[in-house]
Protein backbone atom coordinates (compact mmCIF):
# COMPACT_ATOMS: atom_id res chain seq x y z
CA UNK A 1 0.00 0.00 0.00
CA UNK A 2 1.45 3.05 -0.77
CA UNK A 3 2.33 6.02 2.26
CA UNK A 4 0.60 9.05 2.37
CA UNK A 5 2.33 12.13 3.39
CA UNK A 6 0.35 15.39 4.44
CA UNK A 7 2.82 18.87 3.54
CA UNK A 8 1.55 21.35 5.64
CA UNK A 9 3.39 24.95 4.56
CA UNK A 10 1.57 28.48 3.05
CA UNK A 11 4.88 28.87 1.14
CA UNK A 12 3.19 27.16 -2.12
CA UNK A 13 7.07 27.06 -3.74
CA UNK A 14 8.09 24.70 -1.13
CA UNK A 15 4.80 22.72 -0.96
CA UNK A 16 5.60 21.69 -4.72
CA UNK A 17 9.72 21.01 -4.51
CA UNK A 18 8.50 19.09 -1.24
CA UNK A 19 5.67 16.73 -3.25
CA UNK A 20 7.93 16.40 -6.03
CA UNK A 21 10.94 14.64 -4.66
CA UNK A 22 8.32 12.89 -2.02
CA UNK A 23 6.10 11.38 -5.16
CA UNK A 24 9.89 10.63 -6.73
CA UNK A 25 9.91 7.99 -3.69
CA UNK A 26 6.91 7.12 -4.10
CA UNK A 27 4.67 8.37 -1.47
CA UNK A 28 0.84 9.90 -2.15
CA UNK A 29 1.31 13.25 -0.97
CA UNK A 30 -1.36 15.66 0.22
CA UNK A 31 -1.45 19.64 0.66
CA UNK A 32 -2.41 22.06 3.16
CA UNK A 33 -1.62 25.94 3.24
CA UNK A 34 -3.16 26.44 6.74
CA UNK A 35 -3.37 24.96 10.49
CA UNK A 36 -7.58 24.71 10.03
CA UNK A 37 -6.94 22.49 6.74
CA UNK A 38 -3.90 21.13 8.14
CA UNK A 39 -6.08 19.84 10.69
CA UNK A 40 -8.87 18.78 9.14
CA UNK A 41 -7.21 16.96 6.35
CA UNK A 42 -4.88 15.21 9.01
CA UNK A 43 -8.43 13.04 10.35
CA UNK A 44 -10.08 13.02 6.61
CA UNK A 45 -7.12 11.28 5.27
CA UNK A 46 -5.06 10.03 8.19
CA UNK A 47 -1.58 9.99 6.80
CA UNK A 48 1.19 7.83 7.74
CA UNK A 49 3.54 10.91 8.38
CA UNK A 50 3.24 14.72 8.43
CA UNK A 51 5.49 17.45 7.78
CA UNK A 52 4.35 20.42 9.31
CA UNK A 53 5.53 23.65 8.95
CA UNK A 54 5.38 26.04 12.25
CA UNK A 55 4.41 29.42 10.83
CA UNK A 56 0.94 28.95 8.86
CA UNK A 57 -2.12 31.23 9.14
CA UNK A 58 -5.38 30.20 10.97
CA UNK A 59 -4.09 28.01 13.38
CA UNK A 60 0.05 27.70 14.14
CA UNK A 61 1.91 24.77 13.84
CA UNK A 62 2.07 23.77 17.43
CA UNK A 63 -1.44 24.03 17.88
CA UNK A 64 -1.71 22.23 14.56
CA UNK A 65 0.43 19.52 16.57
CA UNK A 66 -0.94 19.64 19.84
CA UNK A 67 -4.72 18.82 18.00
CA UNK A 68 -3.76 16.34 15.90
CA UNK A 69 -1.79 14.43 18.95
CA UNK A 70 -4.86 14.20 21.05
CA UNK A 71 -6.34 12.12 18.34
CA UNK A 72 -3.49 10.56 16.48
CA UNK A 73 0.06 9.30 16.95
CA UNK A 74 1.63 10.19 12.99
CA UNK A 75 4.72 10.80 13.27
CA UNK A 76 5.10 14.95 12.69
CA UNK A 77 8.21 16.68 11.46
CA UNK A 78 7.85 19.82 12.28
CA UNK A 79 9.58 22.36 9.68
CA UNK A 80 10.78 25.86 11.46
CA UNK A 81 12.37 28.77 9.86
CA UNK A 82 12.94 29.11 13.86
CA UNK A 83 16.29 29.24 15.48
CA UNK A 84 15.08 30.07 18.50
CA UNK A 85 15.83 26.73 21.17
CA UNK A 86 12.28 27.16 22.77
CA UNK A 87 10.28 26.83 19.83
CA UNK A 88 11.68 23.38 18.97
CA UNK A 89 11.54 22.27 21.99
CA UNK A 90 8.37 23.20 22.35
CA UNK A 91 7.52 21.81 19.27
CA UNK A 92 8.96 18.53 20.73
CA UNK A 93 6.85 18.83 24.20
CA UNK A 94 3.52 18.31 22.23
CA UNK A 95 4.68 15.78 20.62
CA UNK A 96 6.73 16.33 17.22
CA UNK A 97 8.76 13.41 16.59
CA UNK A 98 11.73 15.69 15.38
CA UNK A 99 12.16 19.22 13.85
CA UNK A 100 14.37 20.01 11.08
CA UNK A 101 15.23 24.11 10.50
CA UNK A 102 14.97 25.67 7.27
CA UNK A 103 16.57 26.02 4.82
CA UNK A 104 17.51 22.67 4.99
CA UNK A 105 18.61 20.46 2.01
CA UNK A 106 16.05 17.74 0.49
CA UNK A 107 18.67 14.78 1.15
CA UNK A 108 18.36 15.10 4.88
CA UNK A 109 14.42 15.68 4.98
CA UNK A 110 13.97 12.47 2.93
CA UNK A 111 16.41 10.74 5.22
CA UNK A 112 14.18 11.34 8.04
CA UNK A 113 10.94 10.81 6.32
CA UNK A 114 12.63 7.26 5.41
CA UNK A 115 13.71 6.97 8.79
CA UNK A 116 10.14 7.28 10.13
CA UNK A 117 8.41 5.19 8.10
CA UNK A 118 10.40 2.67 9.53
CA UNK A 119 9.65 3.05 12.46
CA UNK A 120 6.03 3.43 11.70
CA UNK A 121 6.26 0.13 9.44
CA UNK A 122 7.84 -1.87 12.47
CA UNK A 123 4.92 -0.80 14.72
CA UNK A 124 2.27 -1.81 12.27
CA UNK A 125 4.33 -5.18 11.98
CA UNK A 126 4.33 -5.79 15.98
CA UNK A 127 0.33 -4.98 15.57
CA UNK A 128 -0.18 -7.65 13.50
CA UNK A 129 1.84 -10.25 15.52
CA UNK A 130 0.29 -8.65 18.63
CA UNK A 131 -0.61 -12.91 19.44
CA UNK A 132 2.76 -13.66 19.57
CA UNK A 133 3.64 -12.17 22.59
CA UNK A 134 7.10 -10.21 23.11
CA UNK A 135 7.31 -9.20 26.22
CA UNK A 136 9.54 -7.68 29.13
CA UNK A 137 9.05 -7.74 32.54
CA UNK A 138 11.59 -5.26 35.05
CA UNK A 139 11.21 -3.80 38.23
CA UNK A 140 7.79 -2.10 38.50
CA UNK A 141 7.48 -2.02 34.39
CA UNK A 142 5.78 -4.60 31.63
CA UNK A 143 6.41 -3.88 28.42
CA UNK A 144 4.69 -5.60 25.35
CA UNK A 145 6.53 -4.79 22.39
CA UNK A 146 3.45 -6.31 19.99
CA UNK A 147 1.07 -3.93 21.31
CA UNK A 148 3.85 -0.76 22.31
CA UNK A 149 2.04 -0.90 25.41
CA UNK A 150 4.07 0.18 28.44
CA UNK A 151 2.33 -1.00 32.39
CA UNK A 152 3.97 0.50 35.52
CA UNK A 153 2.15 -1.32 38.50
CA UNK A 154 0.21 -2.79 36.50
CA UNK A 155 -1.50 0.58 35.22
CA UNK A 156 -1.15 1.43 31.61
CA UNK A 157 1.01 4.56 30.46
CA UNK A 158 0.01 6.51 27.24
CA UNK A 159 3.71 6.86 25.22
CA UNK A 160 4.21 7.89 21.89
CA UNK A 161 5.91 5.15 19.53
CA UNK A 162 8.84 7.40 19.96
CA UNK A 163 9.00 6.97 23.57
CA UNK A 164 8.02 3.43 23.92
CA UNK A 165 10.77 2.50 21.26
CA UNK A 166 12.90 4.54 23.48
CA UNK A 167 12.34 2.87 26.90
CA UNK A 168 12.39 -0.25 25.13
CA UNK A 169 15.45 0.04 23.52
CA UNK A 170 17.05 1.19 27.53
CA UNK A 171 15.14 -1.14 29.55
CA UNK A 172 16.17 -4.28 27.61
CA UNK A 173 19.75 -3.04 28.52
CA UNK A 174 19.68 -2.50 31.91
CA UNK A 175 22.52 -0.23 33.29
CA UNK A 176 24.31 0.17 29.86
CA UNK A 177 24.82 3.88 29.49
CA UNK A 178 23.70 5.17 25.67
CA UNK A 179 25.56 8.51 24.37
CA UNK A 180 22.75 10.69 22.70
CA UNK A 181 23.89 10.03 19.51
CA UNK A 182 24.31 5.97 20.02
CA UNK A 183 20.45 6.76 20.59
CA UNK A 184 19.62 8.85 17.70
CA UNK A 185 21.68 5.94 15.86
CA UNK A 186 19.34 3.22 17.18
CA UNK A 187 16.08 4.73 18.35
CA UNK A 188 15.32 7.22 15.98
CA UNK A 189 17.34 5.81 12.86
CA UNK A 190 19.35 8.48 12.03
CA UNK A 191 22.59 7.77 11.22
CA UNK A 192 24.09 11.19 9.59
CA UNK A 193 21.13 13.74 10.98
CA UNK A 194 19.70 14.81 13.76
CA UNK A 195 20.10 16.90 16.65
CA UNK A 196 20.90 15.58 20.05
CA UNK A 197 18.96 17.87 21.69
CA UNK A 198 15.49 15.76 20.57
CA UNK A 199 16.80 12.90 22.91
CA UNK A 200 16.75 15.36 25.65
CA UNK A 201 13.51 16.34 25.24
CA UNK A 202 12.14 13.06 24.37
CA UNK A 203 14.03 11.91 28.15
CA UNK A 204 12.41 14.53 30.04
CA UNK A 205 8.78 13.59 28.36
CA UNK A 206 9.19 10.30 29.13
CA UNK A 207 10.20 10.95 32.69
CA UNK A 208 7.28 12.76 33.24
CA UNK A 209 5.27 9.93 32.32
CA UNK A 210 7.07 6.70 33.96
CA UNK A 211 8.78 8.76 36.98
CA UNK A 212 7.23 9.20 40.72
CA UNK A 213 8.87 12.63 40.91
CA UNK A 214 10.44 13.69 37.22
CA UNK A 215 12.81 16.29 39.21
CA UNK A 216 14.74 12.98 40.93
CA UNK A 217 14.75 10.45 38.83
CA UNK A 218 15.30 7.29 39.34
CA UNK A 219 14.58 5.08 36.69
CA UNK A 220 15.68 6.72 33.24
CA UNK A 221 18.99 8.01 34.57
CA UNK A 222 21.57 10.60 33.25
CA UNK A 223 25.43 9.51 33.23
CA UNK A 224 27.39 13.41 33.55
CA UNK A 225 28.57 13.89 30.30
CA UNK A 226 28.47 10.69 28.19
CA UNK A 227 24.27 10.11 27.99
CA UNK A 228 21.39 8.17 29.64
CA UNK A 229 20.51 4.65 31.04
CA UNK A 230 18.34 2.63 32.84
CA UNK A 231 18.21 1.88 36.12
CA UNK A 232 15.86 -1.19 37.05
Known sequence: ???????????????????????????????????????????????????????????????????????????????????????????????????????????????????????TDAAAENEKRAKESEQLEIGSFFLDYNRYELYKNGKLIDLTIREFDLIKFLASQPNKVFSRQSLLESVWDYEYYGDVRTVDVTVRRLREKVEDDPSEPKIIMTKRGVGYYFQP
Open 1 to 119: MEKKVLVVDDERPIVEILKINLQKEGYVVFEAYDGEEAVNKAMMIEPDLILLDVMLPKLDGFSVCKKIREKSSVPILMLTAREEEVDKVLGLELGADDYITKPFSIRELMARVKANMRR
